[in-house]
């Protein structure tokens, strides 16, 4: 049986690199990848901790406004949070919520596409962002075939794989 | 150190707000509180980058201004272009399914605010262990009220999409109606859905009542000062959170001005620019800008209105102006007891819109006669929301001006902050217990600083201390 994957894409599209989570989101909905569901919104909220429920591994696809290029992939885990936006959740409390109240304990990645144009609006993500969504999309579609073995293993795909402090996640 | 030297105490960003707010405290020689500032970076780039676009666009991409509040955007933004196509009055489908989708906004995003921000403050009390006082802590403690708060979010967020089409980018409401009605099928399962939501919904509204009043004499000196409010109100001065014309109240609840028709908002609102924050100061036009500032949003929607047309939130309100004494009540904290009686009230809406068979009607989208200007104007969850555009014979917009609720609140967050910064303040140092209390001063106003995007890589809460020469004396992150 394959492993049920989510996919939640999050970001403003309308704040040019800040819509890469998004558009990756949406990119991987048009790929229609098996065992794979994809989710977007401007941002992870609380109520998506049902949705963990529901799956083996879950991927949060963000813009990164630092780290590694094009892209990072960190495994998190679950995590008391800190510090909140009044209406947003970081990746690590949503896991905790998840786990306290609907007993999900998924395998979790964050997945940080380097991003460089965030300050005005607009609906496009900039050249280099576009080419860092490309290699994210790419990596992703091999991590798939490969069964979503821990990427950060021997031997699998570590090239576009930065290794991330985790301040860089921590937002 | 001369006359005119101040030391100046900076608490930035602030926590569990949207964006990045900081917060200058600023001393005296006396090492007394002079005045504290909420500094809110407020973005204010998409007034031109909408320029110039086909009016009809407006409706979808004003959601882009903020991730939390997209369908008061939507909606505002809507009825300004309703005017614009000529439409005074949608169909009654239409105007139906937008009503829905506002009381939806409301639900989800008060029981958000309370449950996940609110609740950890309130359960646990404002000095407990940050690591505890926040969302995942109440799961661990109280896990059903946790999951009630959750699946309130939850619901609310299904009512928008059945009305608005998706959960991102909504397109449901277009100039002169709306492009979808509610299918029986989408009704029939919101209903199945809103099941426990009334007995929830009651018991989030106890949780805040009980607290303002086990806590009254610690709240009245905690951010408490008399304002004058505004809100949107019906023709018999009833509450009405998506459409009606301005009324004004001042602290003792005379009113200032009734009635005003929306489309004339800039007659009595003005807005100030002051040299140290990028926010605007918006006051009322006959009392000038020293007095004229104003509270908007759920305190001030249930100081000003003379009544709500829900029978469980009607009993409701009255319960809580008769706590405030038949006056505005001066309690920033109580801000949360108003937003549970508006969850409540949001809650009666959705069912009675629910069962109304306008919603299955396929009179959808009405058309007048062009106009070049028109406003809209909503009462967000966080408060009034004005928009305000010019479209010319091009279809282009070419002016828009928005002033969003967090801006009317500028003022009051400002004044709120100084009250607990002269009260906690202790010598020149940021205590814990001061810094917690700044936040929960700011957070009674739930303001939407989410302009600032998001990704990842933004800062922690940072504590500065800056001397009389800008040097810092000490700084201080959380986490």
Redesign the interface.
């Known amino acids: 049986m394959s492993l049920r994957a989510l996919v939640f894409g999050y970001g403003n599209p309308g704040r040019l690199d800040d819509g890469l989570g998004p558009a990756f989101a949406q990119a991987l909905a048009d790929r229609q990848l098996e065992g794979v569901r994809t989710d977007a919104g401007y941002q992870l909220s609380v109520e998506d901790a049902a949705a963990l429920a529901a799956c083996d591994l879950v991927i949060f696809a963000d813009a990164a406004v630092q780290g590694a290029e094009p892209f990072f992939l960190e495994a998190i885990e679950p995590r008391a949070a800190l510090s909140f936006s009044s209406h947003s959740i970081e990746p690590s409390a949503l896991l905790a919520l998840g786990e306290e109240l609907f007993g999900a304990r998924p395998r979790a990645w964050a997945l940080g596409i380097r991003g460089y144009h965030f300050n005005e609006f607009g609906e496009r993500l900039s050249a280099a962002a576009e080419a860092n969504l490309a290699a994210a999309l790419e990596f992703f579609e091999g991590w798939h075939r490969a069964g979503f073995l821990p990427p950060t293993e021997e031997g699998e795909r570590v090239d576009h794989v930065g290794a991330q402090g985790d301040d860089s996640l921590r937002g | 150190m001369n006359e005119t030297s101040t030391r100046r105490i900076v608490i930035e960003p602030v926590?569990?707000?949207?964006?990045h707010g900081k917060v200058t405290i600023l001393l005296d020689e006396q090492q007394q509180v002079r005045q504290a500032r909420l500094h809110i970076v407020e973005?204010r780039?998409?007034e031109r980058?909408i320029q110039g676009r086909p009016f009809w666009e407006a409706p979808v991409?004003v959601?882009?201004?903020c991730?939390?509040c997209?369908v008061s955007h939507h909606l505002a933004a809507a009825k300004a272009m309703d005017r614009i196509v000529g439409v005074d009055r949608l169909s009654p489908t239409a105007e139906k399914m937008r009503r829905l989708m506002h009381y939806g906004q409301i639900f989800q995003?008060h029981a958000?605010?309370f449950?996940?921000?609110v609740s950890p403050d309130l359960l646990f009390g404002f000095d407990a262990d940050?690591?505890?006082r926040?969302?995942?802590?109440v799961?661990?403690k109280f896990?059903e009220l946790?999951?009630q708060?959750?699946?309130m979010?939850?619901f609310g967020?299904e009512v928008i999409r059945a009305t608005a089409g998706k959960?991102?980018?909504g397109t449901g409401a277009i100039p002169g109606g709306v492009n979808k009605n509610l299918s029986i099928a989408e009704r029939d399962a919101l209903l199945e859905e809103a099941e426990p939501m009334l007995e929830w919904s009651l018991a989030a509204l106890k949780i805040a009542r009980d607290y303002t009043l086990e806590h009254q004499s610690e709240l009245a000196d905690f951010a408490a000062f008399p304002s004058s409010h505004m809100c949107l109100v019906r023709p018999d001065g009833g509450l009405d959170l998506y459409d009606g014309r301005l009324r004004a109240i001042d602290a003792d609840g005379e009113v200032i001005f009734d009635q005003l028709d929306d489309q004339r908002y800039s007659e009595q609102i003005v807005e100030e620019v002051r040299s140290w924050s990028y926010m605007k100061f918006p006051f009322i036009r006959d009392l000038g800008p020293e007095k004229g500032w104003y509270r908007v949003g759920p305190l001030s929607r249930m100081s000003a209105c003379e009544s709500i047309e829900t029978p469980e939130a009607e009993k409701a309100r009255r319960e809580f102006i008769d706590f405030a004494g038949g006056r505005p009540s001066t309690l920033s904290m109580a801000y949360h007891w108003a937003r549970m009686i508006e969850l409540l009230h949001a809650y009666e809406k959705v069912i009675e819109l629910l069962d109304d068979p306008d919603l299955q009607g396929d009179e959808l989208l009405l058309r007048g006669e062009r106009r070049e200007e028109a406003v809209g104007i909503i009462e967000a969850p966080r408060g009034t929301l004005i928009h305000h555009y010019r479209v010319n014979a091009d279809d282009q917009i070419t002016m828009a001006n928005l002033i969003v609720s967090t801006t009317h609140n500028n003022e009051p967050m400002n004044r709120a902050v100084t009250g607990v910064a002269r009260r906690y303040l202790s010598g020149a140092t940021i205590t814990e217990g001061l810094l917690n209390r700044v936040e929960v001063a700011i957070?009674a106003y739930?303001p939407c600083l989410?302009c600032a995007?998001?990704?990842?890589?933004?800062m922690?809460?940072v504590v500065t201390l800056v001397g009389p020469d800008g040097e810092v004396i000490d700084r201080r992150s959380?986490?």
């Open positions: 926590t569990r707000v949207e964006g973005f780039g998409f980058f991409l959601q882009r201004l991730g939390i997209p995003s958000l605010h449950f996940h921000l940050p690591t505890v926040n969302i995942v802590g799961a661990r896990p946790a999951k708060g959750v699946l979010r939850k967020q959960k991102i980018h957070r739930d989410s995007t998001h990704a990842m890589g933004q922690p809460l959380r986490p």
